[in-house]
């Protein structure tokens, strides 16, 4: 009896199969389709949805028989997603709690799946070369390289954690890493926080390997995408440097990822799919069977405390490269060395200045703050100019004669008169920004070549490249800069890097304000005197006596994140516990209170567990939204996902609220 139902069913597939397809929409399941004949998972097909016909990929056999299939327009050729991209979507999704959909956008797109037109010559996706010429490594350099290349030589997962002082050479010794995934015949993907760092990298690896890495970020051309994205499908593209949604490639033959500067907020993802790219990573590298290498001079306490407990290995360069020492850093404690009225550089700072400048050297000036002045204000009725659509002021952007909103991009002129007073031209800048220092700079130093390097000037690859060959032909003299000179560049002439404002980041009460200040700044100081000549730090405080500037004083990061570990380990604050963030938010006040209220009313307890909340967020309105956010709080062993998952399936959410959920949460805002 059983034989004849086998045969039976056997003969219905053979003429149409079942089969289950996940679309890159926003739904958490597959749905049915039929298939002329079986199809393995991975495969692209063209399938209907309501009156569209729409890519999507085969998910598995085994659907609900009962349902009434359509079926499937076209089976496309070209290879399947690999099995190990699908299970990392399935993964991202049930840890994020996104749609799987949702996440399976992030890997396919309709427009990624346009042939390449013809007449494009291929780009030299697969010709980086191992073999070309490397530096000659010191022996820590060639010990660390040594113990990556074997793990990439053994194809199993592990995770290593590298870190070595700024200026060690920790990217030289992971591209030797690299080189081995190549030499095998196998992909590397090496992931950057951000595309302005990816320049100085960029020259680097075309250095090393001969030919520039293919590249994967936001602002590459649709056809450039195309290309690349068939180029790793096909195995042509041997090293990706992506941006952390260069995740979600489709690699087939993944030998190794690396996260470099792996401390970086950058590698969140704040919207959408709501994902931790560094976490990710390692995730990825597991369901690879391959070797994640997590890269900082100041890494994570997450990271650490996973080194620590020995979860991952943990290799160690302690000395820069070449015989460079690290800075001196010294406070410049502002109460006693005020700057003058309505000026940021202090007395001290400004002498630095013109000594570094004597001996013919660059100086930087770090403030991580774009634009003219942070706030503006009516010095008649103390009208402060702020966005209509978000809880922030404007910030003046004088060299685009115009208030623009940090969050919205919201941008209007310069009101002729106060709203509020209607007093004339009675409105002040407080506060400064990068556009603002450079102005002080040019009045004390009117022969000095200054250069501004924030987002809204150097808007991409191309201008940062421009601006670095600049700086390195010694064109410039001071470079004014937000966080996009903190990191990775190398300039050999820079001597002297001076933080207009230390404090900055500590102000708002973030969990991670503390660890993240420390991290910036050490980076920032890390540029000054990176070759021969020695290298001074001068950073600008109100309390120099703050832990976080003593740390980076004293230079001693270790110390400080024990310090920080002690003071998160008693609450189970993150690593030594679980978060879970819900933002609610509507386009009403009240229907985002009374959602934010019926969650607050369903909140899971139990041992362990809390939930804090609710409360307006700090960002209260966003883009026109009202916000507010409940904090779930719980021990490490606690599944946050499914109570979190079981807490909305509870409430019902009306269509015109969003509740987003983010797990591990970095943002607080
Ligand atoms: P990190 O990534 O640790 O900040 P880098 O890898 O950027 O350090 O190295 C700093 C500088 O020293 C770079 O210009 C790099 O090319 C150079 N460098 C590092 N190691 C070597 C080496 N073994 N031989 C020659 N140059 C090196
Ligand atoms: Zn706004």
Not at 179 to 200: K, T, Y
Not at 421 to 434: R, T, Y
């Amino acid at each position: 009896m059983a034989g004849l139902w086998q045969a039976y069913s056997m003969e219905v597939a053979s003429r149409s199969t079942l089969i289950s397809v996940l679309l890159p929409y926003p739904f958490d399941q597959p749905f049915t389709y039929l298939a002329e004949a079986a199809l393995a998972p991975g495969t692209l097909v063209r399938v209907p949805l309501g009156p569209r016909v729409v890519v999507g990929v085969v998910w598995g056999t085994a659907p609900d028989a009962s349902v009434r299939a359509k079926p499937v327009t076209e089976v496309l050729a070209l290879a399947p997603l690999p099995a190990t991209l699908l299970a990392f979507i399935d993964w991202v999704a049930g840890y994020t709690l996104a749609k799987r959909g949702d996440v399976l956008a992030l890997a396919l797109k309709e427009n990624l799946l346009h042939q390449p037109a013809k007449s494009r010559k291929k780009c030299n996706f697969g010709d980086a070369d191992p073999a070309h010429a490397g530096p000659q490594l010191s022996p820590a350099q060639a010990s660390a390289a040594a113990s990556l290349r074997t793990g990439v030589a053994t194809k199993g997962f592990a995770v290593t954690l590298l870190d070595g002082v700024t200026g060690s050479g920790k990217t030289e010794v992971y591209l030797e890493a690299v080189a081995e995934a190549l030499r095998m015949g196998r992909q590397a993907l090496v992931l950057l926080p951000e595309i302005a760092l990816s320049v100085p990298f960029l020259q680097r690896f075309t250095e090393r390997f001969g030919v520039p890495p293919a590249v994967w970020h936001s602002q590459l051309t649709p056809a450039a995408r195309r290309e690349t994205w068939h180029a790793v499908a096909q195995g042509r593209a041997g090293v990706v440097v992506g941006a952390r949604s260069a995740l979600f490639l489709p690699f087939g033959q993944l030998g190794l990822v690396v996260v470099d500067e792996e401390h970086e907020s950058g590698f969140k993802q704040e919207e959408g799919v709501i994902y931790h790219a560094r976490d990710m990573a390692v995730v990825r590298a597991r369901l690879s069977a391959c070797p994640c290498v997590l890269v900082s001079a100041t890494p994570s306490l997450e990271s650490v405390e996973n080194a620590a407990n020995g979860r991952y290995a943990r290799l160690d360069l302690p000395a820069r490269h070449g015989g460079a020492v690290l800075p001196t850093v010294t406070a410049v404690d502002l109460r006693v060395h005020p700057p003058e009225r309505g000026r940021f550089l202090s007395p001290m700072l400004l002498s630095a200045l013109r000594e570094t400048l004597a001996r013919g050297e660059q100086a930087m000036l770090f403030l991580n703050r774009r634009g003219y002045a942070p706030l503006t204000l009516c010095r008649h009725c103390g009208h402060r100019i702020s966005c209509p659509h978000c809880t922030a002021w404007l910030v003046e952007h004088r060299s685009h004669l115009r208030l623009i909103c940090h969050h919205c991009d919201y941008g209007t002129p310069m009101p002729p008169r106060c709203p509020a007073c209607e007093a004339d031209h009675s409105f002040v800048p407080i506060g400064p920004g990068v556009e603002r220092i450079a102005e002080e700079v040019a009045e004390a130093f009117p022969e000095a070549r200054a250069l501004v390097m924030a987002s809204d000037v150097i808007s991409g690859p191309k201008q940062a490249a421009a601006a670095a060959a600049m700086i390195l032909a010694r064109q410039v003299d001071i470079i004014i800069g937000t966080q996009m000179v903190a990191k990775g560049w190398h300039f050999p002439h820079l001597t002297l890097v001076g933080v207009v404002d230390a404090d900055l980041g500590l102000a708002g009460g973030d969990l991670r304000a503390g660890e993240h200040t420390v991290q910036m700044l050490h980076q920032v100081a890390g540029r000054a005197g990176r070759a021969q000549a020695p290298g001074l730090v001068l950073l600008q405080s109100f309390a120099p006596e703050h832990p976080v500037i003593a740390a980076l004083l004293s230079g001693d990061l270790q110390a400080f994140l024990v310090q920080e570990a002690a003071q998160r380990r008693p609450g189970h604050w993150p690593p030594y516990g679980r978060l879970a963030a819900l933002i609610v938010s509507a386009k009403e006040e009240r229907l985002a209170d009374q959602m934010a209220r019926a969650l607050a009313r369903s909140a899971p307890h139990g041992p362990g567990v809390t939930v804090l909340g609710p409360a307006p967020a700090p960002l209260a309105l966003l883009r026109g939204r009202f916000r507010r956010r409940l904090l779930l709080k719980a021990a490490r062993g606690v599944a946050v996902q499914g109570l979190v998952r079981d807490w909305l399936a509870g409430c019902e959410i009306p269509r015109n609220v969003r509740v987003e959920v983010d797990i591990d949460p970095v943002s607080f805002m």
